[in-house]
């Protein structure tokens, strides 16, 4: 089981035709992913080989969909692209759009996240500013290096790429059902509470790893989620617990004002809820590792 990517998911790269589309897009399919087009208006009807497989080239989202059955699109657009490629990828109503490119304005995702909602979300977004997801030794779409853990029972949700690696790494002799790298952004699509109801209703998660970060409230809400609607057992990491206040850090989502928002209340608010949380990443593993032997 997986949650919102599996074996069958067919994949298309927007932007697989740009230096860091084709190395991605090489990564991906390394990694078992089902790629079935790339697109760019300006090489419609070409294709391209990587490494033994030919991927076409289409002109638009709805296009490849029609022709392939894609039903998830993984974008390296650059930001100054980036919003009329996710505004593309909704109107072709593609089930998931992973948007890995940073550096896009704010004003631009609140656009699109907008423009989802409106058209009925039938789009799902993940990103932007974000490592993707991977069901391993299923399906990778993104970035997530793929050769760092095997599948197994464990579901990962987190604000920051490098520290998903990090975690899948910790318990790699555990596995993943899933891991979702969400983004650390402002305005992202899809949020903790989103992953955590998706990995609560998944029969093959047996417990839920989530990676937060100062500023926001992001993790106080999914605190509150947790309370109410999560029975599985929870930990729980929150980078940025020696960070100054009223300090911006690595993500333009990260800044702290007041106790609102600090690694010290989003702790508090989450071993409120129950969650074990760890003051590293190893030590959150540590703690998976403790309540998963029972």
């Given at each position: 089981m997986a949650i919102f990517l599996n074996k069958d998911s067919k994949?298309?790269?927007?932007?697989?035709?740009?230096?860091?589309?084709?190395?991605?897009t090489k990564l991906m399919l390394a990694d078992g992913t089902n790629i079935v087009g790339g697109v760019n208006p300006r090489k419609a009807g070409t294709s391209v080989d990587i490494d033994g497989?030919?991927?076409?080239?289409?002109?638009?989202v709805a296009e490849a969909m029609e022709k392939t059955g894609a039903n998830v699109s993984v974008l390296f657009v650059p930001p100054a692209f980036a919003k009329a490629a996710v505004v593309e990828a909704i109107d072709a109503e593609i089930p998931l759009?992973?948007?890995?490119?940073?550096?896009?304005?704010?004003?631009?995702?609140?656009?699109?996240?907008?423009?989802a909602k409106s058209k009925g979300n039938k789009t799902r977004i993940i990103g932007p500013n974000c490592p993707g997801l991977i069901t391993p030794g299923q399906s990778n779409a993104g970035i997530i290096p793929g050769d760092i853990t095997k599948p197994g029972r464990i579901g990962l949700v987190s604000k920051s790429g490098t520290l998903?690696?990090?975690?899948?790494?910790?318990?790699?002799?555990?596995?993943?059902?899933?891991?979702v790298g969400i983004g650390g952004d402002?305005?992202?699509?899809?949020?903790?509470?989103?992953?955590?109801?998706?990995f609560e209703?998944?029969?093959?998660?047996?417990?839920?790893?989530?990676?937060g970060e100062i500023g926001g409230d992001a993790e106080e809400r999914a605190a509150d989620f947790i309370k109410?609607?999560?029975?599985?057992?929870?930990?729980?990491?929150?980078?940025?617990?020696?960070?100054?206040?009223?300090?911006?850090?690595?993500?333009?989502?990260?800044?702290?004002?007041g106790s609102s928002g600090t690694a010290a209340a989003k702790k508090e608010?989450?071993?409120?809820?129950?969650?074990?949380?760890?003051?590293?990443?190893?030590?959150?593993?540590?703690?998976?590792?403790?309540?998963?032997a029972g």
């Amino acid at each position: 089981m997986a949650i919102f990517l599996n074996k069958d998911s067919k994949v298309i790269v927007q932007g697989m035709t740009g230096a860091t589309g084709m190395k991605h897009t090489k990564l991906m399919l390394a990694d078992g992913t089902n790629i079935v087009g790339g697109v760019n208006p300006r090489k419609a009807g070409t294709s391209v080989d990587i490494d033994g497989h030919e991927i076409p080239v289409f002109g638009s989202v709805a296009e490849a969909m029609e022709k392939t059955g894609a039903n998830v699109s993984v974008l390296f657009v650059p930001p100054a692209f980036a919003k009329a490629a996710v505004v593309e990828a909704i109107d072709a109503e593609i089930p998931l759009a992973v948007v890995i490119t940073e550096g896009i304005a704010v004003h631009d995702s609140a656009a699109f996240w907008a423009y989802a909602k409106s058209k009925g979300n039938k789009t799902r977004i993940i990103g932007p500013n974000c490592p993707g997801l991977i069901t391993p030794g299923q399906s990778n779409a993104g970035i997530i290096p793929g050769d760092i853990t095997k599948p197994g029972r464990i579901g990962l949700v987190s604000k920051s790429g490098t520290l998903t690696y990090q975690m899948m790494y910790e318990l790699r002799d555990i596995g993943f059902s899933s891991a979702v790298g969400i983004g650390g952004d402002p305005i992202i699509g899809t949020t903790h509470i989103d992953a955590l109801a998706a990995f609560e209703a998944d029969p093959d998660t047996d417990l839920i790893v989530m990676i937060g970060e100062i500023g926001g409230d992001a993790e106080e809400r999914a605190a509150d989620f947790i309370k109410a609607n999560v029975s599985k057992p929870v930990v729980g990491y929150v980078a940025g617990f020696t960070a100054p206040e009223g300090k911006t850090m690595g993500h333009a989502g990260a800044i702290v004002s007041g106790s609102s928002g600090t690694a010290a209340a989003k702790k508090e608010a989450l071993e409120a809820a129950g969650v074990k949380v760890g003051k590293t990443p190893t030590e959150t593993a540590k703690l998976a590792r403790e309540i998963l032997a029972g």
